[in-house]
């Protein structure tokens, strides 16, 4: 076991906030800040599944069934985060592999923050209701 911290996975969201205003290099910080919140709202949303007792593996597969689980839950919050993770899964799917991009560029980048920063929050607020209740 390593004796290394915890990684904060929304420093990714943060690392985003600031590729995003890059005017240097601006394609590929746009790109990678699109990636960036992607992984800061997965792995928030992965740990907070497998804290609940759901079984998610550390390979590609996890991404899908991520937000599937998500999208078929009881709760609206979890239902709400399962849609807008698969967009982003999606937005992040072309920002790493789509040339030319398909999209407004710097659109998709600022959707991506707002969709990460939405999915982090619901998961906090879910998180605080099972701590209480």
């Given at each position: 076991?390593?004796?290394?911290?915890?990684?904060?996975?929304?420093?990714?969201?943060?690392?985003?906030?600031?590729?995003?205003?890059?005017?240097?290099?601006?394609?590929?910080?746009?790109?990678?800040?699109?990636?960036?919140?992607?992984?800061?709202?997965?792995?928030?949303v992965?740990?907070?599944?497998?804290?609940?007792?759901?079984?998610?593996?550390?390979?590609?597969?996890?991404?899908?069934?991520?937000w599937?689980?998500?999208?078929?839950?009881?709760?609206?919050?979890?239902r709400?985060?399962?849609?807008?993770?698969?967009?982003?899964?999606?937005?992040?799917?072309?920002?790493?592999?789509?040339?030319?991009?398909?999209?407004?560029?710097?659109?998709?980048?600022?959707?991506?923050?707002?969709?990460?920063?939405?999915?982090?929050?619901?998961?906090?607020?879910?998180?605080?209701?099972?701590?209480?209740?």
């Amino acid at each position: 076991m390593s004796s290394l911290p915890e990684f904060d996975w929304p420093d990714f969201l943060a690392l985003a906030r600031e590729l995003v205003v890059l005017d240097e290099l601006a394609e590929a910080a746009k790109r990678s800040a699109i990636s960036r919140a992607y992984y800061a709202a997965f792995n928030v949303v992965k740990g907070f599944l497998k804290s609940r007792g759901h079984t998610v593996p550390d390979t590609g597969e996890a991404h899908d069934l991520v937000w599937g689980i998500c999208k078929n839950d009881a709760g609206v919050a979890l239902r709400r985060v399962g849609c807008r993770g698969k967009g982003l899964q999606s937005d992040r799917g072309r920002a790493d592999y789509d040339r030319p991009f398909p999209a407004d560029l710097t659109q998709t980048a600022q959707f991506s923050l707002s969709g990460a920063e939405l999915i982090i929050d619901l998961i906090r607020t879910e998180r605080a209701k099972t701590q209480q209740g």
